[in-house]
C-alpha cells in the first residue's frame, strides 16, 4: 500500500510560481510511473505530467513549458514546479502513482494511488 502526501499548494497571482511535493510512503515509488492531475470545480479530472522510472517525462500541452515535473528517489517525493500561473490553472492538484514503470499513463485509470489533494488558486 502507498500514501501519497501533497503539499505546497496556495494562492498566488497570475505569472507567479508554486512547487508542490508530493511524499509517498508505505513503500518506495522510485520504481513507477508518478503523475500529476489536477480538477477545477464543475470539471473532470485532468492530466498535468507524469515521470517514468527513468526519468522519462511527458506534459499535457496546457502546461508544457511552464511546469516541470521531477522526482527525488532518495526522498521517494516526486515535485511540480509550476511557474507562469494563470488563472485557468486554479484547481486542486493530486498526486498519483501507477502500477506501470515506463509508459506514462494520461488517463485516471492508469493510477492506483491517490494523495488528498492541494489546492492551488491564481488571481487575476
Known amino acids: 500500500q502507498v500514501q501519497l502526501a501533497e503539499s505546497g499548494g496556495g494562492l498566488v497571482q497570475t505569472g507567479g510560481s508554486l512547487k508542490l511535493s508530493c511524499a509517498a510512503s508505505g513503500r518506495t515509488v522510485s520504481g513507477y510511473v508518478m503523475g500529476w492531475f489536477r480538477q477545477a470545480p464543475g470539471k473532470e479530472r485532468e492530466y498535468v505530467a507524469g515521470i517514468n522510472r527513468s526519468g522519462g517525462i511527458d506534459y499535457s500541452d496546457s502546461v508544457k513549458g511552464r511546469f516541470t515535473i521531477s522526482r527525488d528517489n532518495a526522498k521517494n517525493t516526486v515535485y511540480l514546479q509550476m511557474n507562469s500561473l494563470k488563472p485557468e490553472d486554479t484547481a486542486v492538484y493530486y498526486c498519483?502513482?501507477?502500477?506501470?514503470?515506463?509508459?506514462?499513463?494520461?488517463?485516471?485509470?492508469?493510477?492506483?494511488?491517490w494523495g488528498q489533494g492541494t489546492q492551488v488558486t491564481v488571481s487575476s
Open positions: 498519483a502513482a501507477s502500477l506501470s514503470s515506463w509508459t506514462i499513463p494520461k488517463t485516471y485509470s492508469g493510477y492506483v494511488y
